[in-house]
């Protein structure tokens, strides 16, 4: 069966992150399968969207009444991912079959991230009365005073009405896991894990620096950089780290990098401007670093590290173990350990045979397992079967 018309929902507009990176890029590689995409979303985060975000869709529209706009366009499925409870609640009445794509916690954490409050150590327990002694409930805020109340309450009537849709997707086993623990069936909740693109080749050569680390992402304290740079402290060797990305934890992270005098090995780089530069990054380094303190659903950064051969040190929770595969595709350590991830270091930037192996390990496990093809041929696959259990439901 083809041409399939599927109405995606997202409250931004705009490629601000993870989520909108992905939508864009599938629903490019869906319509070679000849599927129809339309996109609406939430004019009050994105009153001006992106032409680069609504280039592959046939046509983008500012949600007014949902429930109605779905009905005019009456697509085979909805295919959900950032939306807020108001929203949610107006699907109930979509005529189409609906199914939503969680790409990260908010649903699932009271703090969003997946890691206490105090101590800073990875979570890894359901919503529910742990929330309140973790101070789960209190939240930042961009408007005075500063913090917000989230109320468990309605995050669970909130997943109570997820509940009703037909079918879940995510990026990993984990992921399924995590969100079945809080009552979701496992059976509608279908792992396709997400892709990185082969890296173009590279105009010349580059060699790779011996003892250099690269850590990509945004520069908030989930990403555990600062456990990182307590690891650098502790290395036997002078490892260099070239920090790429930004975030609100940047200026603590240079304070923290001068007081522990790591001025001369630290680089913050800022975000790249294009995929070339930072796939010159990947090239350089002789090893990426993941030292998530969050569960990653995923961790798309480690994948685009796999596809460059380069082999990765990082945090063995979430959905990052399905990729890093401890002595083959990179070294894994415990969360929140500088030690271990100290070791770890030495232990990769000490062994070029090592660091080689590896890289091609993970290339090979990239070309068979994490391709954009192998996600989306198994997208088409799963669309048609919610739009086929829809009309027969119809």
């Known amino acids: 069966m083809g041409g399939l018309t599927v109405a995606w929902i997202n409250e931004s507009a705009r490629p601000v992150g993870g989520a909108e990176r992905y939508i864009r890029e599938t629903a490019r590689e869906l319509a070679r399968h000849g599927v129809r995409s339309f996109l609406f979303y939430d004019v009050g985060a994105s009153p001006d969207p992106s032409p680069v ?19 005019e366009l009456a697509p085979d499925v909805v295919y959900v991912h950032q939306l807020g409870v108001e929203g949610t609640r107006a699907l109930r009445a979509s005529p189409a079959p609906v199914m939503r794509f ?61 509940r009703h849709e037909e079918m879940g997707v995510v990026g990993s086993e984990y992921m399924a896991g995590h969100i079945a623990a809080h009552g979701f069936d496992r059976a509608r909740l279908h792992v396709l894990p997400l892709y990185a ?3 173009a080749d590279a ?37 260099r780290l070239r920090l790429v990305g930004q975030g609100r934890q940047e200026a603590e992270l240079k304070a923290l990098t001068k007081a522990l005098r790591l001025q001369d090995r630290v680089t913050f780089v800022g975000p790249l401007a294009s995929s070339e530069a930072l796939s010159a990054e990947y090239r350089r380094a002789a090893s ?58 030495d232990r990769m930037l000490g062994d070029k045979a090592l660091r080689e192996r590896m890289g ?25 079967r919610v739009a086929s259990e829809g009309r027969r439901r119809a």
């Open 197 to 199: 693109r082969p890296p």
């Open 53 to 71: 975000m609504l280039e592959p869709f046939e046509g983008a529209f500012p949600i007014v009444d949902l429930a109605r706009q779905l009905r």
């Open 203 to 239: 105009p010349q050569p580059v060699e790779r620096e011996e003892d250099l680390l690269l850590a990509v992402g945004q520069l908030t304290t989930g990403k555990g950089i600062d456990v990182l740079l307590h690891a650098l402290t502790r290395t036997s060797r002078p490892a």
């Open 288 to 345: 990426l670093v993941f030292p998530s303190r969050a569960p990653e659903t995923s961790g798309l950064v480690g994948l685009e590290a796999l596809a460059h051969g380069t082999p990765v040190i990082g945090s063995l929770i979430g959905g990052i173990g399905e990729w890093l595969l401890h002595e083959r595709t990179g070294l894994g350590v415990p969360s929140g350990d500088p030690g271990a991830l100290a070791a770890a270091i």
């Open 102 to 162: 969680f790409h990260d916690h908010r649903m699932f954490c009271l703090r969003e991230h997946k890691y206490t409050t105090l101590t800073k150590t990875t979570c890894t327990q359901t919503v529910g009365s742990a929330c309140v002694a973790c101070l789960g409930f209190i939240g930042r805020s961009g408007q005075w005073p500063g913090i917000k109340v989230a109320s468990l309450r309605d995050l669970q009537a909130e997943q109570e009405l997820v």
């Open 360 to 384: 091609r390990e993970g290339a090979r496990i990239h070309r068979e397992r994490f391709l954009p093809e192998h996600h989306v041929a198994g997208l088409h696959r799963l669309l048609e």
